[in-house]
Antibody
Framework: EVQLVESGGGLVKPGGSLRISCAAS????????MSWVRQAPGKGLEWVGR??????????DYAAPVKGRFTISRDDSKNTLYLQMNSLKTEDTAVYYC???????????WGQGTTVTVSS | DVVMTQSPLSLPVTLGQPASISCRSS???????????LNWFQQRPGQSPRRLIY???NRDSGVPDRFSGSGSGTDFTLKISRVEAEDVGVYYC??????????FGQGTKLEIK
């Protein structure tokens, strides 16, 4: 079964750090470009960042609100995607989804999401 | 940066009736390869998003044929020919070629009258 499972969400104070993970199974994770997308409570979807496959350079891109604070990485040996979040702000409170976010033919996969709450 | 604008933001529909959602981008979504990278997603209450349509008009596997996508350049439409109860949720368009790399519309909430 094709699956993405996020974990590691929780409550963190403003200015704090948190790393969330996304475990992939059932598809060739190492070949896929992967994204993080977030959804603040009661709001719409917001793209956070993307990492290319190692064969395509493994480079990352980030949305303006998180650039310089968030870092995406991947461990293809563990089929796992990571999002390291530093200098967290209350406005980073959201459900964080990992996804293949495909724009081309293929199976577009989304995880169930993990909730990050930034509050004092 | 490209901005995606959907309308309406709320869409009450009677069961069995058609529904239409508009999505406009502030810049052309035609890529240099000639393709237009515009997706539609459905997010049912309490669920993760699910892609319905890619490259304007191509339905994903398992998506009922009552869903169709159309449009070109900067103007796009998602149509549901006959709304069913399971179609309740929020629908998003998303572009994948202009910066920011992926930009979503605000979402259109479809509900049953």
């Amino acid at each position: 079964e094709v699956q993405l499972v996020e974990s590691g969400g929780g409550l963190v104070k403003p200015g704090g750090s948190l790393r969330i993970s996304c475990a992939a199974s059932g598809f060739s994770f190492s070949n896929d470009w992967m994204s993080w997308v977030r959804q603040a409570p009661g709001k719409g979807l917001e793209w956070v960042g993307r990492i290319k496959s190692k064969t395509d350079g493994g480079t990352t891109d980030y949305a303006a609100p998180v650039k310089g604070r968030f870092t995406i990485s991947r461990d293809d040996s563990k089929n796992t995607l990571y999002l390291q979040m530093n200098s967290l702000k209350t406005e980073d409170t959201a459900v964080y989804y990992c996804s293949t976010l495909l724009a081309i033919p293929g199976i577009d996969v989304w995880g169930q999401g993990t909730t990050v709450t930034v509050s004092s | 940066d490209v901005v995606m604008t959907q309308s309406p933001l709320s869409l009450p529909v009677t069961l069995g009736q058609p529904a239409s959602i508009s999505c406009r981008s502030s810049q052309s979504l035609v890529y240099s390869d000639g393709n237009t990278y515009l997706n539609w997603f459905q997010q049912r209450p309490g669920q993760s998003p699910r892609r319905l349509i890619y490259k304007v008009s191509n339905r994903d596997s398992g998506v009922p044929d009552r869903f169709s996508g159309s449009g070109s350049g900067t103007d796009f439409t998602l149509k549901i020919s006959r709304v069913e109860a399971e179609d309740v949720g929020v629908y998003y368009c998303m572009q994948a070629i202009q910066w920011p790399l992926y930009a979503f519309g605000q979402g259109t909430k479809l509900e049953i009258k």
